[in-house]
């Protein structure tokens, strides 16, 4: 078959992936993995006891309550979204922009999938006024609008919304009669988490809404995919969470025993794990605080990060010096930026926005060094800024933006 795209653009094999934690495998969680290795037996659908069980203590000491009953895990995010949604009937409503994957998966189910405009303060949650009038729409067009997508803690935006704009766009998704899947997944990367309040969806509507997590998030290296959901603690989501069960069974979407084991160390959070997370925050937290500023410098808009490792940038005001580079959209701008930077720089179409708005996300990740010896330096350094190599990115970085000034050089 004749590829009509270029390759990296617009095909869902060739999407982008979450922003990468650029820094080595917490060795002490490789030697779990390690040890398991050996297990003859595979995991059931949906996760053994041990790793729902490590799941519940997870969600326990977030204030959530769980049991082994109300979780499901899967090899990642993508195909435990999938039985989610296949498991739950009628129309999608997602934020715009949101994560790259969530799409697809609805368009694989053939359901359609409507975004609804964020608010200037953050993404990841749907204006609740927009997604009243969204709602309105669809219903008079003859759909069902059945199921709200958000996260808290966004990818692509970094923003983390705030508790009133949660609690007034689920009061109005709930009102509506829609279920609620809140993606977690960035939850443990908040740079500042004794400033930054996050409210969980379910601690407001605990019987509407199901929580997806992905390890990959903060716990557990994107190598090894593992996710886990926690369905509503009351009798009806018990349905819901058997049909899940049955697609995951039938896609054989099971995790390995070994992955199992260190996702369910994971998931226990002992010291270590809670250290390195700690500290790749930190790091993280720093270098896009940098990333950030010189975006800004060059004329360039962006909201602070919040969290997670990446921005989201709208270089609207240095369209004219893209023009003059043959950017002229987000696509062309996705191509440039990936060039130019050595480092996928995924166009903000890829994330619901549209194709004449120059987005971008960009990564933190290959701005700590080349080789895992430099990540490591970055991660132990005090101030990591002043590190050569992660100071050379970051000026890198810098010109690839400042040269698109009106008085940049062509």
């Avoid at 326990?60 to 498991?87: I, K, M, N, Q, T």
């Amino acid at each position: 078959m004749r590829q009509t795209a270029p390759e990296g653009h617009g095909p869902v094999r060739y999407g982008p992936h979450a922003p990468d934690p650029g820094l080595p495998v917490l060795p002490e969680l490789a030697a779990v993995l390690a040890a398991a290795a050996g297990l003859p037996a595979a995991e059931p659908a949906g996760g053994g006891p041990v790793l729902r069980e490590a799941a519940c203590g997870y969600w326990w000491r977030r204030g959530l309550r769980s049991h082994p009953e109300d979780v499901a895990a899967a090899p990642g995010p993508e195909p435990l979204l999938l039985a989610l949604l296949a498991a739950h009937g009628g129309d999608v409503l997602l934020p715009r922009p949101c994560p790259a994957w969530w799409t697809p998966q609805a368009r694989l189910l053939g359901r359609p999938a409507y975004h609804v405009p964020t608010t200037a303060e953050c993404g990841g949650i749907p204006d609740p006024f927009a997604l009243l009038e969204t709602v309105r729409r669809v219903r008079a067009e003859g759909g069902h609008p059945a199921l709200l997508l958000l996260s808290v803690a966004d990818d692509p935006t970094a923003t983390v919304a705030p508790p009133e704009l949660v609690r007034e766009t689920c009061e109005a998704a709930v009102a509506e009669g829609m279920h609620i899947i809140s993606d977690e997944t960035w939850r443990d990367t908040l740079h500042r988490p004794h400033d930054t309040v996050l409210l969980s969806p379910a601690e407001m509507c605990p019987d509407d809404v199901t929580v997806l997590y992905d390890l990959a998030g903060a716990l557990a290296p994107p190598a090894w995919p593992a996710a886990v959901a926690r369905f509503p603690p009351a009798a009806p989501s018990a349905g819901r969470r058997a049909r899940t069960l049955d697609f995951l069974t039938a896609l054989g979407a099971v995790l390995p025993a070994p992955v199992a084991a260190a996702a369910a160390h994971a998931l226990g959070e002992p010291g270590e794990v809670t250290d390195r997370i700690a500290a790749a925050t930190a790091l993280h937290a720093r270098v896009a605080t940098a990333a950030h500023r010189a975006l800004l410098t060059a004329g360039a808009l962006a909201r602070p990060p919040q969290a997670g490792r990446h921005l989201y940038a709208d270089l609207g005001p240095l369209r004219a010096g893209l023009a003059a580079r043959g950017v002229n959209d987000s696509m062309e701008l996705e191509e440039y930026l990936s060039a130019r930077l050595g480092a996928p720089a995924p166009g903000g179409h890829r994330f619901g926005d549209e194709l004449g708005a120059l987005r971008v996300r960009l990564a933190t990740g290959p701005l700590l060094g080349t080789t895992p010896e430099e990540r490591l330096e970055s991660l132990g350094a005090p101030d990591p800024l002043e590190l050569p190599h992660v100071a050379a990115a970051l000026t890198t970085f810098g010109s690839a933006f400042e040269t698109l000034r009106p008085h940049g050089p062509v």
